[in-house]
């Protein structure tokens, strides 16, 4: 499995790598996580790109996506490596109404910012995307990612948001 | 349970599990993760950092402490680890054991910082002036960074030769999950270190000795290769590929066997001493050698082609993918095989 | 009845030149570190220059390091036995010219190392190349027609610029010309290896010295020179002095 989340700097688009690199290692599974970092991120780009696996790993960049998160439109631009069949999920807050996907992908569209901004956690639109995604992939049960999602942030000393992080969680997973 | 480390961060914490007492460095994109979380690290732990004012004061601050047989290291990238290949060559001079880490940038002078390995022939060929070869491991993934790492020390302080941990931009910059061993800690003296008695310490006459260098290579040689072999025994085609791109590689090579190639993959993990034994397993009609590298003039296959000579299978052609700037992706390297077999790619060797 | 000694951490006879101020030096300091009972826990570092002929003369623990790093060698020394006494033995090209930066920095973190630089007005090892410390009008191999300042900069004064950071232990100039300040030379060698032992942080004695192989000159004449041109620009003296902290 292979999972893009692209964004602008500050759209959690790291962390959300983080997220679902959690729910796959609590799964027993291989796990790889690389941030696009130095020359990628200029210009405010910033992504991760999660692999996760039973067997063995290649390399840690895109190559061959299942699932792209754009929180922006200039992400779309990752479509390239996008596999036949793969799903793309838009934060429509950020990507225009007139922007087309071609048939032979799979795309939802979810206002995350608007449905972050519901729950008052107005910085947890990529928790959403995490949320909606999970609900139309039927990657990790319910449960368990609530449980990846409390830990990342439980580590970061970040446990206060706990509640919080999990309504815009399920803000996204009943979005769908 | 495993948890999620960054491999700069991995690559610090296991040299600490392993011992290190003291670290000397100066900042540099892609691997200044690995001082900074020594920073705080070591200083709790009782043990030391010191920013340095450049590379070359860092590398002899090691090159001192190290003397004395303290467990030691530094760590660059690019140019500020061409910079430390001056204190690289007095280290082997001396006879002094060191550990080192190039987490590799692209490129020559100033670079970039994407992930490469075009530090390869430097890095195994010694760097410095002189005669002279550092063992040099180039794990593939974050545990394989820890668990070499863990052993560095003690392989630099075996041969009294330096060691380096060969890593890439994106192998630093990525998390994978990891288990560390526990700490461990070399309480005997190693005997020629240097105590302000002047004991003998067996260091610029060896090196001057007719056969010394040699036969210290010689040795290493022979005892240190390290590799991984994937269905290689009947391969037709062998690709040769380390550190990150070994991934993609073995991708490749399911996929293709799952075709019916006869395919297989030897993936160094010593770079040098060049794992020469596991070419010489290859017990198949063998067609052609692939090597598959993030460089762009080609490195590693230099190594493929001599190594290729050395162990009988000199007639096959010795092919290159060089992905440069880019870790080379599963379908480029099948796509560039079909290539071969459709007698569209050249030969280099 | 005074006895005349020679301390074991030197040989005689060296391998410096006739009349060369390296020997007096060396035993200065050896002489030090034997009343301070610390010859068997004393390790040099022996910079690239004249500083490389004490691999055959100097007695005690010695590291040769490369050319310029004297004092990072020093440094990581310290660090893995603060215990010993750690000293950077170097010429003026070697911890000056090639290794300034090295000097400065560890004299900047105030590194509880000590520092010899021996200053004779040239690159002599190689056969007497200008340095920074070159005077000027001073003919070198490098400056046949004497030193032009203008041109290739004034000599330079390490101990004045150390002795101007906020913390250092302690800094001085000495000289080996003449029996009076070779007694003067002895106590800033005593203070600034003490200074070391009692963890006060980075010492550093500038030593000036004759040079008559490269100077073209013989002992004689090399002292009347010294005297006339280098003594009035390089005043002997303490630079900063021991606080004791």
Redesign the interface.
């Known amino acids: 499995m292979e999972i893009v989340f692209a964004g602008f700097g500050g759209q959690g688009v790291l962390t959300s790598g983080l997220i679902v690199s959690e729910m796959a290692l609590q799964e027993g599974m291989n796990v790889t996580w690389m941030p696009a970092y130095g020359p990628t991120m200029r210009g405010g780009k910033a992504y991760s790109v999660v692999k996760y696996s039973d067997g063995p790993l290649g390399g840690p960049d895109m190559e061959d996506m299942d699932i792209l998160v754009a929180m922006n439109q200039p992400s779309l631009e990752y479509m390239k490596y996008m596999k036949e069949g793969g799903l793309v999920i838009m934060n429509s807050d950020n990507v225009a109404d007139d922007v087309e996907i071609d048939e032979k992908y799979d795309s939802v569209r979810i206002p995350c910012m608007t449905l972050a901004l519901k729950v008052n956690n107005p910085k947890a639109a990529n928790i959403v995307a995490i949320g909606a995604m999970i609900k139309k992939c039927g990657l990790f049960e319910e449960e368990k990612a609530k449980e990846a999602l409390k830990k990342i942030f439980e580590e970061k000393g970040k446990g206060k948001f706990t509640a919080a992080n999990e309504a815009a969680f399920m803000e996204g997973y009943h979005s769908l | 349970m495993?948890?999620?480390w960054k491999g700069n961060h991995a690559i610090a914490e296991a040299a600490l599990r392993a011992g290190c007492?003291?670290y000397?460095g100066y900042p540099i994109?892609?691997q200044t993760e690995v001082g900074e979380y020594l920073s705080s690290r070591m200083p709790e732990l009782g043990r030391?950092f010191?920013q340095?004012?450049?590379e070359?004061?860092?590398v002899?601050?090691?090159?001192?402490?190290?003397?004395?047989?303290?467990r030691?290291m530094t760590s660059s990238s690019g140019p500020g680890f061409s910079l430390k290949q001056?204190?690289i060559a007095?280290m082997c001079a001396?006879n002094y054991p060191a550990v080192f880490a190039n987490v590799q940038r692209w490129g020559p002078g100033l670079g970039?910082?994407?992930?490469a390995q075009t530090d390869y022939l430097r890095d195994t060929r010694g760097g410095g002036n002189g005669d002279y070869r550092v063992i040099v491991y180039a794990p593939n993934s974050i545990q394989e960074t820890v668990d070499l790492m863990y052993n560095a020390f003690d392989v630099a302080e075996k041969y009294r030769n330096p060691v380096e941990i060969m890593s890439e931009?994106?192998?630093g910059?990525?998390?994978?999950?990891v288990a560390f061993p526990e700490f461990k800690e070399r309480t005997e003296d190693l005997g020629w270190t240097?105590?302000?008695?002047?004991r003998p310490h067996g260091r610029?006459e060896n090196p001057e000795k007719p056969g010394f260098v040699r036969n210290k290579i010689k040795t290493m040689e022979e005892n240190e290769q390290q590799w991984e072999s994937y269905m290689v025994e009947d391969a037709e085609y062998i690709f040769v590929a380390f550190g990150?791109?070994s991934?993609?590689t073995?991708?490749a090579v399911e996929q293709l066997r799952a075709k019916g190639e006869k395919v297989g993959l030897i993936r160094p993990i010593t770079v040098w001493p060049f794992p020469a034994k596991a070419f010489a397993e290859a017990k198949g009609d063998i067609k052609g050698l692939i090597s598959v590298e993030s460089t762009d003039a080609g490195q590693l296959i230099e190594d493929v082609a001599l190594t290729a000579k050395k162990t009988g299978h000199g007639n096959a052609p010795v092919y290159g993918l060089f992905s440069g700037q880019?870790?080379?992706?599963?379908?480029e390297i099948i796509e560039y095989f079909e290539g071969i077999k459709a007698g569209q790619m050249k030969e280099v060797f | 009845m005074a006895v005349l000694t020679t301390p074991k951490m030197v040989s005689i006879p060296n391998s410096f030149c006739a009349g060369c101020g390296h020997g007096l030096l060396n035993r200065l300091i050896a002489e030090v570190i034997e009343e301070n009972g610390y010859e068997d826990k004393t390790i040099i570092t022996l910079g690239v220059g004249c500083s490389c002929n004490m691999n055959h003369s100097w007695n005690g623990d010695k590291i040769q390091t490369a050319h310029g790093r004297g004092a990072s060698t020093a440094t990581g020394i310290k660090v893995a036995r603060p215990d010993l006494l750690s000293i950077a033995y170097q010429g003026d090209g070697d911890a000056y010219v090639i290794g300034l930066a090295e000097t400065l920095n560890a004299a900047y973190r105030n590194t509880n190392i000590t520092v010899f630089v021996v200053n004779n007005n040239n690159f002599a090892m190689t056969g007497g190349q200008m340095s920074w410390t070159t005077m000027p009008g001073q003919k070198t191999t490098t400056s046949e027609a004497g030193r032009d300042p203008l041109v290739t900069g004034f000599p330079i004064k390490v101990p004045e610029i150390v002795a101007g950071f906020d913390q250092v232990a302690y800094v001085a100039r000495g000289s080996v010309h003449s029996a009076k300040e070779i007694n003067n030379l002895k106590k800033y060698v005593k203070n600034a290896i003490e200074a070391q032992l009692h963890n006060e942080g980075y010492s550093l004695v500038e030593v000036l010295a004759p040079c008559p192989t490269n100077w073209g000159m013989n002992l004689e004449k090399s002292v009347a020179w010294m005297e006339k041109e280098v003594l009035p620009y390089y005043q002997v003296g303490t630079l900063r002095e021991r606080t004791g902290k």
């Not at chain 2, 970039?112 to 992930?115: A, G, H, I, P, R």
């Not at chain 2, 910059?173 to 999950?177: K, L, W």
């Not at chain 2, 240097?194 to 002047?198: K, Y």
């Open positions: 495993k948890k999620m007492q003291f000397a994109t892609p030391t010191l340095a004012e450049n070359m004061s860092a002899y601050m090691i090159f001192g402490s190290y003397a004395c047989g303290m030691s001056e204190g007095y001396n970039t910082l994407d992930s931009a994106a192998l910059q990525m998390m994978e999950p240097f105590d302000g008695t002047n610029i990150l791109p991934r993609t073995r991708n880019n870790i080379p992706k599963t379908k």
